[in-house]
Nanobody, 124 residues
């Protein structure tokens, strides 16, 4: 049973930083695609970034490019997303997701497993 548990959300002022973590368990994730998504109130869940657990390219939404960085610690089976220069429009619940294989990374339907989400609130 795959489990994804996010943590690290919170309240921060605009311009501040947060680091989200996604602890993954239940499987060897070497061939998986790992993604971050977010959902603001009244809006659809949207793609933020994705990478392959085994390494290689990392992709970001234009809205976060240059501000967010995805990394991973294979020994801890943990995915991270460092978020810098946060803006009020980054306020959302952030979700970690996992997909078997390399998939179209921006589509929510590509992912097989989801975490419960962590709230990020950026005040102006």
């Amino acid at each position: 049973q795959v489990q994804l548990v996010e943590s690290g959300g919170g309240l921060v002022q605009a311009g501040g930083s947060l680091r989200l973590s996604c602890a993954a368990s239940g499987r060897t994730f070497g061939t998986y695609t790992m993604g971050w998504f977010r959902q603001a109130p009244g809006k659809e869940r949207e793609f933020v970034g994705a990478t392959r657990w085994s390494g290689g390219s990392t992709y970001y939404a234009d809205s976060v490019k240059g501000r967010f960085t995805i990394s991973r610690d294979n020994a801890k089976s943990t995915l991270y997303m460092q978020m810098n220069n946060l803006k009020p429009e980054d306020t959302a619940v952030y979700y970690c997701a996992a997909a078997r294989g390399w998939v179209p990374v921006t589509m929510t339907s590509s992912y097989d497993y989801w975490g419960q989400g962590t709230q990020v609130t950026v005040s102006s």
